[in-house]
């Protein structure tokens, strides 16, 4: 391999609150000839102090971190660093929160399962001026061409992200202390947003709840 021109590299922000995900990542960059990892950030916060202090070329944000929800900082990038691109890596359902994120502003949305060579060319994708997307989202795309948008919203869409974070978290079983601790929230917190999901989406009980929960997981592995 070619040895690597730090000053002509690439420079890409890590916006990731797993420690042992953001090792792996950084390593896989930076195999690249003419890409650089530049910063980490495990926080919206934090992420903000690392762009003004080393304005990167891009930024690869995950959705669950600790505190504010990494579509918020998307969105907010969009508002205030709109020639900055911004890639999401998350674990997180792609027909769940793909649509979410490019209407916030990313260029591209995969999942951390994916393969290292299909994360890179996302990456590439992403620096090229392109959109990246899975061929699953493609095809739900292109497949709504040629119909009349629905104008009504379905009860999913009323759900903030991170209220349908909680949601898709209840719906694969995780439990309220266990859903607190994936996102570094309390459990009161967790408790609020159930309560909250519960009436937008017109549930009368936790049973009713989990029941439409799971329902949406099992809806998706099928689309």
């Known amino acids: 391999m070619a040895e690597k021109n730090a000053s002509a590299a690439t420079r890409i922000l890590l916006v990731e609150d797993h420690p042992v995900f953001i090792v792996g990542l950084k390593e896989l960059i930076n195999q690249e000839v003419d890409l650089q990892v530049c910063g980490e950030a495990s926080d919206v916060n934090e992420a903000w102090q690392q762009i003004e202090k080393l304005r990167p070329d891009m930024v690869i944000v995950d959705i669950t971190l600790k505190g504010r929800n990494g579509i918020e900082l998307v969105r907010d990038l969009n508002s205030h660093e709109k020639s900055l691109p911004v890639l999401v890596l998350s674990m997180h359902e792609e027909s769940l929160y793909a649509e979410r994120a490019l209407a916030a502003g990313a260029r591209g949305y995969i999942m951390?399962?994916?393969?290292?060579?299909s994360i890179v060319q996302a990456i590439r994708c992403v620096l090229g001026g392109e959109i990246y997307v899975g061929k699953n989202l493609m095809r739900t795309i292109l497949s709504r061409f040629g119909h009349q948008p629905d104008p009504t919203t379905t009860p999913i869409e009323k759900l903030t992200d991170r209220e349908l974070e909680v949601f898709e978290a209840i719906g694969k079983g995780l439990t309220t202390k266990q859903i607190a601790a994936r996102l570094n929230l309390s459990m009161k917190t967790i408790?609020?947003?159930?309560?909250?999901?519960?009436?937008?989406?017109?549930?009368q009980n936790a049973f009713e709840l989990i029941h439409q929960a799971v329902r949406l997981i099992e809806q998706k592995k099928e689309d």
């Open 112 to 117: 951390k399962q994916e393969t290292s060579t």
């Open 191 to 203: 408790g609020t947003y159930r309560e909250r999901i519960k009436e937008k989406l017109g549930l």
